[in-house]
């Protein structure tokens, strides 16, 4: 499954490379390279990061945790933190998509995943700057408010019309086939804290 | 360095703290369980920059400024949705393209469903979240969000306009 979507993905650019060629010749394509460079060696670091940190909250949090705070029996209170914790959390999607799994492999309910995931797009701080500076204090504002209940929304219908996507979901994870494997035992041995 | 960067690392040095108090073995189990995910998704990370670079060039700002600052009408929410989603890279490169978008006549409706568009429905993201998570959660987290950016700019309308 991963070789099979690391494969579509390259075809994806290869075609995408067809289409700027198209557009603007080879010089396109070159500054769309030189962009990916660009991209890759700017967040490596923050690739890093974001990935130990989502392997040490794999090792750190029990499953058990996870469960009572985020999963089935956790009700309202997962929305609300799920919501909060995709609000705060910094960086693009390869910062909160490997947290994302994290949670999902220790137990994390469906809505609640869904929930962090559009808070983060939605509901993000660390953007907020950037949007007052160059859309306005009125657009802005605007935009927050009506978005405002849109993650637990979300989160709430994922749970409804998906009630074992978290499991469906779990069992499809694309790195299951490999670092997934110790990752997933070390909550195991560890025990309830 | 960026910010985001260093949150990340005291958010992990805290973590790998609260390990250690846990287990001194743990931050070391922590750090290689993130390490090995980070080298198993590698090659995946990889063509989703790729296509991620690719789609900079290939859609350019100013064709997608042209069609939404000529049109006009409750096109306008379905019309900035669209254009939000395709318009690639993170707030740094796409905040200053929705301002140019504004600044040219863009309503309000249609600035906030752009907006919407680009944070929910980004074809950027999309190959992140297949490559990281997979399409199984990509179909549900779809689904689930698939009339929020015209609606955020129908409210929008309708409680601002």
């Known amino acids: 499954m991963q070789r099979t979507m690391t494969l579509v993905l390259f075809i994806a650019g290869l075609g995408l490379g067809v289409v700027a060629y198209v557009e603007g010749g080879w010089s396109r394509v070159l500054s769309g390279l030189s962009g990916t460079g660009h991209l890759l060696v700017g967040v490596t670091l923050l690739i890093v990061a974001a990935f130990v940190l989502a392997g040490l909250i794999q090792v750190m949090i029990s499953k058990e945790t996870v469960t009572r705070w985020l999963g089935e029996e956790s009700g309202w209170r997962g929305f609300l933190i799920g919501g909060v914790a995709g609000a705060l959390i910094p960086g693009g999607p390869y910062v909160y998509y490997p947290i994302a799994v994290a949670f999902l492999r220790s137990g994390a309910n469906i809505g609640t995943i869904v929930t962090f995931v559009v808070a983060k797009n939605l509901w993000t701080l660390s953007r907020l700057p950037i949007e007052v500076a160059l859309l306005g204090v009125h657009v802005t504002w605007v935009r927050y408010v009506v978005t405002l209940v849109f993650p637990p929304l979300a989160g709430l219908l994922a749970q409804l019309l998906f009630r074992h996507g978290g499991r469906w979901v779990r069992e499809g994870l694309p790195a299951t086939e490999k670092g997934g494997r110790n990752a997933r035992q070390a909550p195991d041995g560890s025990g309830p804290p | ?161």
């Open chain 2, 1 to 161: 360095m960026s910010i985001a960067t260093i949150i990340l690392a005291v958010l992990a040095l805290l973590m790998a703290g609260l390990a250690y108090r846990q287990d001194p073995a743990r931050p070391l189990a922590g750090t290689v369980a993130g390490l090995k995910m980070l080298w198993g998704m590698l090659p995946l990370l990889l063509a989703a920059f790729f296509v991620a670079g690719m789609l900079a060039v290939a859609l350019p700002p100013a064709l997608v400024h042209r069609w939404l600052a000529s049109s006009s009408g409750l096109l306008d929410v379905v019309i900035g949705s669209v254009a939000g989603a395709l318009i690639p890279g993170g707030p740094y490169v796409s905040f200053p393209i929705f301002a140019a978008i504004h600044d040219a006549g863009a309503g309000l409706a249609a600035t906030v469903s752009l907006v919407t568009g680009w944070a929910v429905w980004n074809v950027g993201l999309l190959s992140f979240e297949l490559a990281i998570v997979g399409p199984r959660f990509t179909l549900i987290r779809m689904v689930t969000t698939l009339l929020l950016p015209p609606v955020a700019g129908l409210l929008a309308h309708a409680l601002f306009g």
